[in-house]
Nanobody, 124 residues
């Protein structure tokens, strides 16, 4: 069983920055992903990093503002969020594809392990 634990300060003013981190209990994931879901909205894949080559993809809504990265051990993924907007307010989830039960292909993200989520609130 793979565990994912998110961490990060939850509240910031619009225009500010915030960094989320997620520690995985394995380094064997093929991809690490950040999703978010706001009340009344569908879950959105925000960013993905392919752990082998470090290739990244971003949703159009965050491109140029968010940066996903990983540590050398490939068991921690970060999401640096800059120029935050009110509409970035959501629950953010870290997820991983491990083994044959999950996969990522391009911007198609189908992880099979999920963290519990951390709330990010952007205020005016």
């Amino acid at each position: 069983q793979v565990q994912l634990v998110e961490a990060g300060v939850g509240s910031v003013q619009a225009g500010g920055s915030l960094r989320l981190s997620c520690l995985a209990s394995t380094y064997r994931s093929s991809c690490l992903v950040w999703f978010r879901q706001a009340p009344g909205k569908e879950r959105e894949g925000v960013a993905v990093i392919y752990t082998g080559l470090g290739t990244t993809y971003y949703a159009d809504s965050v491109k140029g503002r968010f940066t996903i990265s990983q540590n050398n051990a490939k068991d921690t993924v970060y999401l640096q969020m800059n120029s935050l907007k009110l509409e970035d307010t959501a629950m953010y989830y870290c997820a991983a594809a491990v083994g044959s039960g999950g996969y990522c292909y391009g911007s198609d993200m189908r992880p099979n392990y999920w963290g519990q989520g951390t709330q990010v609130t952007v205020s005016s």
